[in-house]
């Protein structure tokens, strides 16, 4: 299946892209999905702290179950108060 990862904050400057096309099997979990992209790039590990995960806009865990089709950002840790 084919999805689109949104990269933000570190996370982009991990990856130096802002987004990226990704082809995965059918049934892959978002965290899954976040290793896998890990492994293409190995500096967006040392960012990956405390990453969240959304799809389609709506806040998510990493076990939900990716779709074709599905807009996954990862989401670096919010600083602030």
Do not use: Y
Not at 14 to 19: D, E, N, R, V
Not at 36 to 60: D, E, W, Y
């Amino acid at each position: 299946m084919h999805i689109t990862v949104r990269f933000f904050a570190a996370h982009r400057e991990a990856t130096g892209q802002p987004t990226l096309a990704l082809e995965l099997p059918e049934g892959t979990s978002a965290a899954t999905a976040f290793q896998r992209v890990c492994s293409r790039f190995p500096a967006l590990k040392q960012a990956a702290a405390g990453v969240a995960f959304a799809v389609n806009q709506a806040h998510t865990s990493g076990e939900h179950v990716l779709h074709a089709g599905d807009e996954l950002a990862f989401l670096p840790p919010m600083s602030g108060g």
